[in-house]
């Protein structure tokens, strides 16, 4: 047996579809050199992260071994892979290395952190190879719903390590390379130790379709519609984008695209040279003064964010365009897990109006970026690896591709967040587990996951807050007690005033406290807080949160 | 034209499922005497009502009409159509009538709430009459996933009314009457002048299933597993319960309900009559006791509730009972749009444990309770009413609904909460709109949806709260100005603490005040909360919630 050992360490998105970090290493245990594959974001909601803007993977192992990292790959321009470099990469200062149009939307987020962009380099198809400490690293073209994505070939001494991040099989993507299957078989031949491949799409029985099978139906739509078209998806998946332009343009209709995202994901597209033949674009000043059937919008917004294009139309007029009876609203795009009520809001709104809207409920006009089950056994018979081990997924999935690998018998394991995964044997071990959680971007700052910033939040919310005001002197206190309500009702089943009511309790309860109790900001507080949430769970059935402020007046 | 009129108003479930409440009047204009259908509730989320328990219809203008009510009618017992007449009752104070099992279920809520159980009155099915004022009222048999659903004859001088709350068209249901096509054309063939009718499915293009062709796939299920069997649905689908406590038997496990609800429901329907020849149960202790393979426990928390069942038991032990690897998890529920988070945690959960979930990805193991699209076109064949009110649904299920009836050439419009629609005419036609809304349950009180308290939680979950405490003494600062932070990062940009920054930045505030502004609390709170907001502003990105608290010191 060597000394050396070959490792995979996921610090994010084994057991989430989302904030995508995959670490790997080579060399003698606990001195491995590094790598790291993809730095992505995932997104907070009311429940879980109220208030915080993105959801980071907390690197602060990689930070703490980061004379060991060689470089940092991206494996495509998705937030869920490419989000967070701008945020954490000043913790890293590795060389960055992506393909053409991945690279370019790196530069951007460099440039609005006010970062080098000269760190990150662009890198062509296979066989144009980054050597980075024992890494040979290629990036293989696959299709997927975003251009220019890569299944990265990693060669080590430890034998080919093959990590297929998001892919579908597509022959025919509409934009970018097709799907080669021959060159999978190669890769295959010549000898893979372990494949870490997508899982989002285990549990769908059928295999993908093309991204091309959608331009025939989406067209008939546009075609046959009578007011205003909008269509919405990922701004990102430019091929859909090209496809719902390209029946706009079918249908004798000026196509103007809505929201940021989608004018720049276009644009960075067409610079990169991977968008060709492209309907010409109107203004949105110029589309409001077309008869209706001659526009159709694309806009962002598939999954109904409030702030987004779709939203800002569904609730009244927007950029000059208005929506009414009659127009018709596509969502060319799949409702993601948990966005469901956002997305509803959206189409009932349109519905109010009287706009027809196409759901994603048919699936005529959506296909998965994803490889489906199929497509999953169909990689590994051609890649033929050692071990699998999947990632991008949550738990559920992730089993379930480990159940598939073991149906062919590949051996497989079902890694988590912070699993140091010894590859080098026979089959994959887990060694060792380090410290891998979240951290959030909220406002300007970064807060950590367990800092318990976001659960007081979340407490307020759920349980509402009294603010008690007391002042002291020489002991003593000096006037009543004074509280302030947020976020409860103001009468309880007395029908008296809440504050009122834990302000009597209250100046009794100081009254009958002793001096020495009065004397300790702790007692006391412990004191005032039990006497707020006795009242108001005798009155509102509630026990709120208490800020207890004691000021103490000195003497002059 | 006579100067009686026959209106209808809903006050919830126009534009929603749930929170069901529909009143008919009859009589001269502003003058009708009126009856009450369904009182239901609807369910809170973090992302719009955090921290509320329940959401009511707000009846204020029934409860300022109430001398016109007459009487009370209840569809069948689930939450949105029931779940708020312990909460409303006293409000209105009028007889209610229902059928058997719904009856019983109104009586247990009547005694939590301390309410008369003898206004509950049992009404047994058509042709059994029951006369409020100009109102004559049926309960007509139909089938739905609770027993003893019923649609409601209403007939008036002015016409008959039949109100179709939920209902599916299954002519063998398991539990409960089948559904019967030749009584439905009955109803149709003495005139109806308008159908109010559940819209929930009306975008389900093929025909319903029936209840009892689940008993094979389910029966299969549990005979082909090894481990413990866990299957979970609504308590209240009692034919479901029966399905799954049959399969159970059938495989010769011992039968288990876990939750409350679960056996609260069955309880209730055997000792109506509407439950028979139930698998006999043991207790959670026996079933702990026995080999996994012998037990099947059928739980709550279909839904992914936290304090659910299932919940509970993804969490780890609970009643002495822990799930394992091998065993098996039934999901033979739907999960509602909305929930799909808290499922999915669930789910993932038991996945971390080892046991194999069955969710309802597939519809194998679950069929819906309400009409689809085709069944929705069949009754409107059989009662052929003058007009449909689509009800029971989001605006655009009821909108869809409406356009079926006009592909049937059948007048409808799309009635929103607090419209009054005149249904005397041969179309029906909006006369009126009324305050109608929600109520929160919060606690022990009840909360106006538009009061502020709902809004101002989630305000300081997004922001976050600074609380900033002054003393003036004389129009003077006394001390320094004091302030809390709640749900905010202690530190920003500049690496000191938040809460010092501001307080600098707010003593300095103070010290270049006037005297004038000291003198005047709206002023010096207005001038306060600028600061906290700037300084908070630059160090950390973000606008917080500010609670100004300002003591003023009496000279003695």
């Known amino acids: 047996?060597?000394?050396?050992?070959?490792?995979?360490?996921?610090?994010?998105?084994?057991?989430?579809?989302?904030?995508?970090?995959?670490?790997?290493?080579?060399?003698?245990?606990?001195?491995?050199?590094?790598?790291?594959?993809?730095?992505?974001?995932?997104?907070?909601?009311?429940?879980?992260?109220?208030?915080?803007?993105?959801?980071?993977?907390?690197?602060?192992?990689?930070?703490?071994?980061?004379?060991?990292?060689?470089?940092?790959?991206?494996?495509?321009?998705?937030?869920?892979?490419?989000?967070?470099?701008?945020?954490?990469?000043?913790?890293?200062?590795?060389?960055?290395?992506?393909?053409?149009?991945?690279?370019r939307i790196a530069r951007l987020k460099f440039e609005e952190h006010g970062l080098p962009i000269e760190e990150i380099n662009t890198v062509g198809a296979r066989p144009e190879t980054v050597e980075a400490g024992p890494f040979r690293v290629q990036f293989v073209p696959i299709s997927h719903s975003i251009p220019e994505t890569s299944v990265m070939v990693i060669d080590t001494p430890g034998g080919r390590i093959v990590h297929a991040a998001d892919f579908k099989l597509d022959t025919d993507p509409v934009v970018g390379e097709p799907f080669d299957a021959a060159l999978f078989e190669a890769i295959g031949d010549e000898g893979v130790k372990a494949l870490i491949c997508d899982s989002t799409n285990v549990f769908v029985p059928d295999p993908g379709r093309s991204e091309s099978t959608l331009a025939k139906p989406i067209s008939e739509l546009v075609a046959d519609a009578r007011g205003m078209v909008v269509a919405t998806t990922f701004a990102s998946n430019v091929a859909r984008v090209k496809t719902l332009a390209e029946a706009g343009r079918a249908a004798g209709r000026s196509v103007c695209l809505l929201g940021r995202a989608m004018k720049r994901m276009v644009g960075v597209a067409e610079e990169a040279g991977v968008l060709g033949d492209f309907p010409s674009l109107i203004a949105p000043e110029e589309a409001a003064k077309l008869p209706r059937g001659d526009v159709m919008l694309i806009v962002t917004g598939s999954q109904g964010e409030r702030r987004a294009a779709s939203a800002q139309l569904s609730r009244g007029k927007y950029l000059g365009m208005e929506l009414r009876e009659g127009d018709t609203f596509l969502f060319s795009s799949k409702t993601i897990p948990g966005n469901e009520r956002g997305v509803l809001r959206v189409i009932n709104a349109f519905s109010e109006i009287g706009v027809d809207v196409i759901d994603d409920s048919t699936s005529r006009y959506h296909v998965s970026g994803h490889a489906n089950r199929p497509d999953l056994a169909r990689v590994h018979g051609l890649l033929r690896p050692d071990m699998i081990l999947p990632n991008h997924g949550e738990h559920r999935m992730l089993r379930e591709h480990a159940k598939l690998a073991a149906e062919a018998g590949i051996a497989s394991i079902v890694p988590t967040n912070g699993m140091v995964v010894d590859v080098s044997g026979e089959v994959p071990e887990p060694v060792e587990y380090v410290d891998a959680g979240r951290v959030y971007v909220d406002g300007a700052v970064m807060v950590g996951a367990l800092d318990g910033v976001v659960r007081n939040r979340i407490r307020m919310a759920l349980n509402g807050l009294v603010m008690v005001n007391l002042l002291i002197e020489e002991n003593e206190a000096l006037g009543e007690p004074w509280c302030e309500l947020m976020g409860l009702s103001e009468k309880g089943r007395s029908g008296a005033p809440l504050a009122d009511l834990i302000e009597g309790e209250l100046a009794q309860f100081i009254d009958r406290s002793s001096r020495k109790v009065l004397a300790d900001d702790d007692k006391l507080e412990e004191g005032v807080r039990r006497v707020v949430r006795q009242v108001a769970m005798e009155e509102i059935g509630k026990k709120p949160e208490v800020i207890v402020v004691i000021s103490r007046l000195q003497e002059d």
Do not use: C, Q
């Open 1 to 103: 047996m060597s000394s050396e050992r070959l490792i995979y360490l996921p610090l994010g998105g084994a057991g989430e579809v989302g904030m995508n970090a995959y670490v790997y290493g080579y060399g003698a245990p606990g001195k491995e050199r590094l790598i790291l594959v993809d730095l992505g974001v995932t997104f907070p909601d009311m429940d879980s992260t109220p208030g915080v803007d993105l959801i980071l993977p907390d690197i602060s192992w990689l930070a703490d071994n980061i004379d060991r990292l060689e470089a940092i790959f991206i494996t495509h321009a998705h937030e869920d892979h490419v989000g967070a470099l701008g945020h954490l990469w000043s913790r890293l200062r590795k060389p960055v290395y992506a393909r053409n149009f991945t690279a």
